[in-house]
């Protein structure tokens, strides 16, 4: 059974930092590609950061850029999101998705990150 | 970026009766293999999203066959030919032809 658990969520000041973990069970986690989505609190769904099956290609949307950090450790099984430069806007419900070629087909619960002083 | 808008904004339907979303993206989906990367996801209140349909028409496993999408090039339209109360949430298309991947403004469906 495919299982994603992310982790790390937490209360964080604006301008702050912090990483959250996504650790993935039940299929070949080097296989495939993975991807980070937001939800604000009461709004849609926004596509963050999306990393290739080896690290070696990375994504982000216009909106982190230059801020936030995808990373994989597949000896770990687990997908990472380095958030830097925390702001007001970035406090959100970050999913974890699998990515078999070009769709997202299994969804982690979530991690929830807030920032606010 | 790829604009991907739906309508309607909400869809109060009665049990039984079908439902149809429509989503309409700013630019062909169509990928240079061929294949037109447009999904269908449905999030449950309090729930993560969950797959319902990924390139257009195919139902991603488990998922009834009440659920189906159709549709080419920049519209496309998921239905349900008899909606159940398990159906109500949030339904959202997404482009994943290309980078940043969008996703429409979703569509709550709810039991009138």
């Known amino acids: 059974e495919v299982q994603l658990l992310e982790s790390g969520g937490a209360l964080v000041q604006p301008g702050g930092s912090l990483t959250i973990s996504c650790a993935a069970s039940?299929?070949?986690?080097?296989?495939?590609?993975m991807t980070w989505v937001r939800q604000a609190p009461g709004q849609g769904l926004e596509w963050v950061s999306a990393?290739?099956?080896?690290?070696?290609?990375?994504y982000y949307a216009g909106s982190v850029k230059g801020r936030f950090t995808i990373s994989r450790d597949n000896s770990r099984n687990t997908l990472y999101l380095q958030m830097n430069g925390l702001r007001a806007e970035d406090t959100a419900v970050y999913y974890c998705?699998?990515?078999?070629?070009?769709?997202?087909?299994?969804w982690g619960q979530g991690a929830l990150v807030t920032v606010s002083s | 970026d790829i604009v991907l808008t739906q309508t309607p904004l909400s869809s109060p339907v009665t049990l039984g009766q079908p439902a149809s979303i429509s989503c309409r993206s700013s630019?062909?989906?169509?990928?240079?293999?061929?294949?037109?990367?447009l999904s269908w996801v449905h999030q449950r209140p309090g729930q993560p999203p969950r797959l319902l349909i990924y390139?257009?028409?195919k139902r991603f496993s488990g998922v009834p066959d009440r659920f189906s999408g159709s549709g080419a090039g920049t519209d496309f339209t998921l239905r349900i030919s008899r909606v159940e109360a398990e159906d109500v949430g949030v339904y959202y298309c997404?482009?994943?032809?290309?980078?940043?991947?969008?996703f429409g403004g979703g569509t709550k469906v709810e039991i009138k």
């Open positions: 998705a699998k990515m078999p070629k070009y769709h997202f087909d299994y």
């Open positions: 039940g299929f070949t986690f080097s296989n495939y590609a």
């Open positions: 990393i290739g099956s080896s690290g070696g290609k990375t």
């Open positions: 630019e062909s989906l169509v990928h240079s293999d061929g294949d037109t990367y």
């Open positions: 390139e257009i028409s």
């Open positions: 997404v482009q994943t032809k290309q980078f940043p991947l969008t």
